[in-house]
């Protein structure tokens, strides 16, 4: 089974990606408090499906088949690897493990024999984008009921395209051992530029790395940070006053993201001319102490965590450290590059609910430097829902959403009242994007708009028709 795609937890999160995608978003930043948003529904989609009782002897069981093919030609993909696997605990309990299976020369998959239940569907194909089951266009979870036969289910893949190059250091040597990351660029509503990571590897002895498997589309190229050995990621030079590493560069070699220059991927395609220099630079230390007027007992298993904030969201590398607090409070954080880093305070509670207790931002730039986090230091939204004449703001879900370390952090409000008015509480520093759905049914709002005050006080949302 595909790490993330449990039956405990792969349905939810598959059913928010996409409720996310229908919804439309309103970049801000969280020094804005006063907010109006205006919001629209959409109809509902549903999905057609035939049922065939032609097997009285196998009345109970259903069947599942379906295609494999390209996006561009719809031409069939023949050794496609298709997955079928429990999406809930009674599916698995009644289905079993999952079942994998290769599609025929034609490109067709069938999965006989099926209880009712809910499953995901997943296909992979070298030379293709992975098909994902949290993917709209590409992928859905389906519910079978007993009996039932889901027929023609077509699955489409990308042909995808290959990133290849050399690293090397200021003195035109190979580098080898270091990461290097394809970072995909798309753009959101009202043309924010959004940067994850679609590919990694590690380069070669020769400096060489080739990316493949990756979706067309336009791209950012970077290398830099630790160099990876057997026994894990170590700096060129690295003591307790600091060390030397890597800098994280961008494709053609500078650490600007807006001096970056783009890489075109297209399908079936590969671009070899990647070429770039990546310097050293020394690295710092943070130190620190948490401040709270609580007992001690409530920081007792605390940790502290330090991420790194880059321009459009992107964080280098693992994104971050977390370490443990000491009995007296402080904390350490080493081999730090210079930078803008957000301190995060944290603990877990008896039922493994992670709680922050408190942020701080600092920015590294040629030194060591001493920061504290103050408990219960964080900010807040507040601000009412104003819907048009017909549609009700009560049982809307207000998210505050934002791309953070490599996954979306989201903070949510507990609820719109009948008044329209929410508060998100707890928010680390950082900008964020508002989006809508409700609270109940399968279904996104469109945000026509948002007004923020100046001020981080109380933030009031228009929704319009």
Known sequence: MHPGRGY???????????????????????????????????????????TDSSQPSKSALGQISGRVSRSDTDEPIPKAQVELYPADPDTAKAAGPERIIRTGPDGTFVFPDL?????????????????????????????????????????????????AGQVSDEDRE???????????????PGGRQQISAAGQTVTDDLGNFRMP??????????????????????????????????????YPGTSALDEAQVVRVGPEATTNDVRFTVPTERNYAITGKV???????????????????DAAGYTFGSGGETVQLESDHSFKFSSLSPGDYTLSVKTVDAGGVVRDLGYASVR???????????????AEVRGSVETPEGLSPAGKRI???????????????????PGG?????????????????????????????????????????????
């Open 8 to 50: 405990d937890a792969g349905l939810g999160r598959a059913m928010n990606l996409e409720l996310d995608r229908k919804s439309a978003r309103f970049e801000f930043r969280i020094a804005a408090s006063v907010c109006t948003l205006l919001l629209l529904t959409p109809g509902a989609v549903s999905a057609a499906q035939t």
């Open 115 to 163: 209880p009712a239940g809910t499953f995901g569907v997943s296909v992979w194909r070298n030379g293709f984008s992975e098909f994902s089951s949290q993917e709209v266009d590409h992928g859905r979870f389906v519910t079978l009921r007993p009996g039932q036969k889901l027929e023609s289910l077509t699955l489409r893949l990308r042909p995808t395209g290959v990133i």
């Open 174 to 188: 190979a580098v080898q051992g270091l990461e290097v990351f394809a970072l995909r660029i798309k753009f959101q």
């Open 213 to 250: 498997n990756l979706p067309p589309g336009s791209y950012y190229v970077s290398a830099g940070g630790l160099i990876e050995h057997p026994m894990g990621a170590v700096g060129l030079k690295q003591g307790p006053a600091g060390g030397v590493q890597y800098r994280n560069t961008f």
């Open 291 to 309: 401040i709270s007027a609580m007992a001690r007992p409530a920081l007792k298993d605390a940790e502290v965590s330090c991420e790194r904030v």
């Open 364 to 378: 590294v730039v040629d030194s060591n430097l001493h920061a504290n986090i103050e408990v219960g230091r964080a």
């Open 399 to 417: 998210t505050l959403e934002t791309f953070w370390s490599g996954f979306y952090l989201l903070h949510q409000a507990p609820g719109v009242d």
């Open 421 to 465: 008015r929410f508060v998100i509480t707890n928010i680390p520093p950082g900008e964020f994007i508002f989006t809508v759905s409700d609270a109940q049914e399968e279904e996104s709002t469109y945000v026509k708009k948002a007004i923020c005050s100046p001020r981080l006080r109380v933030p009031r949302v228009d929704v319009g028709g």
